[in-house]
């Protein structure tokens, strides 16, 4: 069976510093995988997605970055954080394209 | 404007009745999907439609490209069922976009 960890469950940042999300998907090879991100009384917004390893598509300007280093895992990062980055960020991972779409647990972000 | 707007935005059931939630598209989607809210905020998926119906116990969805909409019924409604149900469109290129959203109360 196919599993998705997400870390960590929560952060509180400041303003200005750096963040690193990080995804793994167990029991699958060559997953596609997305960032998405939910402002508080937002609708949730598909950030990028990797169809591979080392190819990261942009979906929605956020200041934000991602990575896929692995073929298991997608990571979300920037180097200065605003306020407007706060929210609940997801990861999630589908078999292909065309394919019922799997969510980790979340990691909720709060950037004072 | 919005490509998905997902009606109604809250719906009040007693146990036992049911009802529809329905999702516009303003554009040709290749698939639909469902999905309710957990405890801790993340989504676990109900459907995933690319034409016609499909049903799991009490919930029912439906999907058409053509008309441009879908819809979640959900009948014999159970308090459990209480919780944010969205629908999520898939326009292709690996791009879903997500409806706002329906907080679904159901009460004795």
């Known amino acids: 069976a196919q599993t998705i960890h997400q870390w960590p469950v929560a952060e509180i940042k400041a303003v200005g510093s750096p963040l690193s999300l990080g995804c793994t998907i167990k029991?699958?090879?060559?997953?596609?995988l997305y960032w998405y991100w939910q402002a508080t009384g937002g609708t949730l917004q598909q950030l990028f997605y990797?169809?591979?390893?080392?190819?990261v598509e942009s979906v929605v300007q956020l200041n934000l970055s991602a990575s896929r280093p692995k073929d298991d895992q997608f990571i979300l990062s920037t180097e200065k954080l605003l306020l407007s980055h706060s929210g609940f960020y997801l990861c999630?991972?589908?078999?292909?394209?065309?394919?019922?779409?799997?969510f980790g647990s979340g990691t909720r972000l709060t950037v004072l | 404007g919005d490509q998905v707007e997902q009606s109604p935005s809250a719906l009040s059931l007693h146990e036992g009745t049911g009802s529809a939630l329905r999702c516009n598209f303003t554009t040709t989607m290749r698939a639909v999907q469902w999905f309710r809210k957990n405890s801790r905020g993340s989504l676990i998926n109900l459907f995933y439609?690319?034409?016609g119906t499909k049903e799991n116990g009490r919930l029912k969805s439906a999907f058409d490209s053509k008309e441009r909409y879908s819809t979640l019924h959900i009948r014999d409604a159970q308090l459990e069922d209480s919780g944010t149900y969205f629908c999520a469109a898939d326009s292709g290129y690996n791009k879903l976009t997500f409806g706002k959203g329906t907080v679904l109360l159901v009460s004795p």
């Open positions: 999630a991972w589908t078999r292909d394209s065309a394919e019922t779409l799997y």
């Open positions: 439609l690319a034409s």
């Open positions: 990797s169809i591979t390893v080392g190819q």
């Open positions: 029991g699958k090879s060559s997953p596609n």
